[in-house]
Every structure is written in structure tokens, then in C-alpha cells.
């Protein structure tokens, strides 16, 4: 088979031209930052989704950390997540000086799983940090009814499903907090960004103060100078510029063309992958309608001559950019050096020994789809 002239990536932004003059109009204006293209984004994210509020943030990192902030984690408390996410889920919790227990997962879904869950709370348990994996939600009934029975604050990462619905209701207004990241391979971008969205204006208020240094001057009296303001919590400078929020606002108005597109190529994929024997494909469940973020394989290596790098690399050869989402979190050398021990997942472990993600993203051609479906099937054959 042919290598490809160009690398196809596994996922990748789309910018139009309207999207382009939007943020050429913000940079003729006043504001590049603190400026009102920010609220315009949290409210159209917030009416999107369904929340009362929203709070923009420089990255998706940055608003976990202030959703864990506002959570009010701190040294001594148990924050149960699941291994098979991006380091930033767990790296939040650090931050605070929390600890992240990692909840093995669901063998269907590869979302936590809400047994494991209640199998790890014990008395120091502060909250659950789902994550929506590939943009399929987790199980959110089941875990905020946990929640509920054990007093804990569920913060959902939505990093991978904007857009997406559980039971007819959509991503963002399921959970105490929700995270949205709006890096460039996510749902809708704006370069870096992230946001939390919440019904709870205790949060709200909270997150505000966290993303710009804990500095606030709401609640002054008139008796006070002018130029008084106050710094009453240690916050930090986590704020997104006018630039990204209006390269965000704009996006959004293509968010569910771009979810249309992404299902249309999850659906080629599935029909022409699921007769491989070697390859079982992702698991869509019925009352949830993923964002397909990642489209993640599972390779039966026992059927393969070949192992899971031989088809990596066999694929990256033919400029088939496909990766592998994620290593388990706890076996990062950081991790380790805390002292989590391999073994403690069993199923993330097994699963990740035999993942691969393959290229999905709105702007994929036909042809790019089929490259990837040809190439895969030329190099099991
Ligand atoms: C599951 C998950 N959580 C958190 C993040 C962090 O988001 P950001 O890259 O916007 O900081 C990401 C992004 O890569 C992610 O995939």
C-alpha cells in the first residue's frame, strides 16, 4: 500500500475564515484581555450546555484546578478517578494536595466504573472526578447517586465530550462541575482554554476569584478608597484572553456540525472495522450519544502475527498518524515515585496494553477515513 503525501493526524482544529476575522476584530479592539468577549463565551457555552454559570480559564488544567479549588480539596482528602485520562485529571488533585485513587474501569465503556468507585471510598473521600472518555459520558447516574449516598462533589472532565448527551440530557449539567478544555484536538478550540460550567453559585464565585489571584473588590463599602480592592484567597493568573474567547465563540457555532461529522466517520469506521476479528470497536451505549472525541480500537493481539508497536509503527510508516490514549496515569514515573504500584488496575492495564486510536476529526476527508480503514486492513491481513 501507498504511503500517504501527507501526516494525518489523530485530531485537528478547524478554523474558517469567519473564525479568523473574529479574532482580527478583537485584536482592533480595546480589550484583549478582561474584556467582554470572555463573558460572551461563558454565556453561550453556559446556554449550550444547559448551566446557570460558567468560567473561562487559560487552559482545561488550569479550570480543573480551579473546580478543585472550589471543591475545597485540600491535604488529607481522597479524590477518586479513573487511570485511563490525561495526567491533568489527577494532576488537579495534586495541586491542591489532595490524593487521586484511581477506580478501575468499566470493560465495556472504558469509563470509570461505578463499582470500583464505591469499592474505594472510605472516610476521607471528598469527591469523584469522572472523565468522559473519548466523549462518551460516564455513567452519571449511577455516580452522582454515590455521591449523593456519601456526601461528595462529583466534578465531571468533560475535557472529550462537549456536546455530548446521557439520557437525553446534555454533558455540563450532570455533575456539581463540569470541565470543558478548548485545546485544538477537542470539540470546538480557542488555541488554549478551558471552563467550568455549575448550577451552584458558591462555585461560581469561587472560580472567579481562583482565576484572576484570589483578588476581588465585590463586596466593598462605599466608605472605602476608590482604588481599594482585596486579595482574599491565594488565587492565581489563570484567566483567558478576549483573543481565545472569541476564537471560542465563534467555533461554537459550528460545534454540532463538527459532532455531526465526527459520529458520520465513528459510523464508517464501526461498519467497516467490526468484522476484523483482531479489532474490537468502541462501544457506543444507547441512552448516550458520544462526541467521539477518540476513536479507540482494541487490538486482540492472540489473533495478530504482529504486536500492537508493529501496527503502530506500521501505520505512523504510512503517514497514518494514529496514537495510543492513555498510558494509565498512575504508571507515569511521577506516579510511581509517589508510590502507586503497577497492578493496581487490572483492567485499565489490560485494556491499555491493547489500545489504538485512530484519526478522527471533522475536517477528515473521505479519503483520509478510507486510508485509515485501508491501511489498517492491509496491515492485519
Ligand atoms: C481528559 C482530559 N482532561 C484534562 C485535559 C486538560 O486540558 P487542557 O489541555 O486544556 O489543559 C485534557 C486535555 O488534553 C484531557 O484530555
Redesign the pocket.
Known amino acids: 500500500m501507498e504511503r500517504r503525501n501527507n501526516f494525518l493526524s489523530y485530531g485537528q482544529q478547524w478554523i474558517s475564515d469567519e473564525d479568523i476575522e473574529q479574532v482580527i476584530l478583537t485584536l482592533k479592539s480595546p480589550f484583549l484581555t478582561q474584556g467582554p468577549k470572555i463573558k460572551e463565551f461563558e454565556d453561550r457555552v453556559a446556554e449550550y450546555v444547559g448551566a446557570k454559570y460558567a468560567v473561562a480559564f487559560s ?6 484546578h480551579g473546580a478543585c479549588f472550589a471543591a475545597g480539596i485540600g491535604t488529607g482528602d481522597e479524590i477518586i478517578t479513573t487511570p485511563i ?5 489527577s494532576n ?1 488533585v495534586l495541586y491542591c494536595g489532595g490524593t487521586p485513587i484511581f477506580a478501575d474501569i468499566d470493560e465495556e465503556t472504558y469509563n470509570i466504573d461505578a463499582k470500583e468507585i464505591k469499592k474505594n471510598i472510605t472516610p476521607k473521600t471528598k469527591a469523584i472526578i469522572p ?3 473519548t466523549g462518551q459520558p460516564a455513567d452519571m447516574d449511577q455516580i452522582m447517586e454515590i455521591a449523593k449516598e456519601n456526601n461528595l462533589i462529583v466534578i465531571e ?1 468533560g ?2 465530550s462537549l456536546g455530548a448527551t446521557y439520557k437525553g440530557r446534555k454533558v455540563g449539567t450532570l455533575a456539581d462541575m463540569t ?1 470543558f ?3 485544538p ?2 470539540p470546538v478550540t480557542s488555541a ?3 471552563m467550568i460550567v455549575t448550577d451552584s453559585y458558591e462555585y461560581y464565585e469561587k472560580l472567579k476569584l481562583f482565576r484572576s489571584h484570589g483578588i476581588t473588590n465585590d463586596h466593598l463599602t462605599s466608605d472605602e478608597e476608590p482604588w481599594y480592592y482585596e486579595m482574599v484567597e491565594l488565587g492565581y493568573n489563570y484567566r483567558m484572553t478576549d483573543l481565545q474567547a472569541s476564537l471560542g465563540v465563534s467555533q461554537l457555532k459550528r460545534l454540532d456540525f463538527f459532532i455531526e461529522r465526527r459520529r458520520e466517520i465513528a459510523e464508517i469506521y464501526t461498519n467497516q472495522l467490526r468484522n476484523i476479528s483482531a479489532i474490537t470497536c468502541p462501544t457506543q451505549l444507547e441512552d448516550t450519544d458520544s462526541g467521539w ?1 477518540l476513536y479507540s480500537i482494541q487490538l486482540d493481539l492472540g489473533k495478530l502475527r504482529l504486536s500492537r508497536r508493529d501496527v503502530f509503527n506500521q501505520l505512523r510508516k504510512l503517514n497514518i498518524g494514529v496514537h495510543v ?2 498510558i494509565p496515569v498512575y504508571q507515569h514515573p511521577y506516579y510511581q515515585k509517589l508510590g502507586y504500584e503497577k497492578g493496581l488496575c487490572p483492567v485499565a492495564e489490560k485494556w491499555y496494553e491493547r489500545a489504538l486510536t485512530l484519526p478522527i476529526f471533522p475536517k477528515m476527508t473521505q479519503k483520509d477515513v478510507d486510508d485509515v480503514i485501508t491501511g489498517l486492513k492491509y496491515i492485519l491481513s
Open positions: 487552559n482545561g488544567t488550569a479550570a480543573l485520562t490525561f495526567a491533568a485529571t488537579a472523565v468522559d472518555f472532565d475535557a472529550h470541565m478544555s478548548f485545546h484536538v477537542k488554549e482554554g478551558g472525541h490514549h492513555y
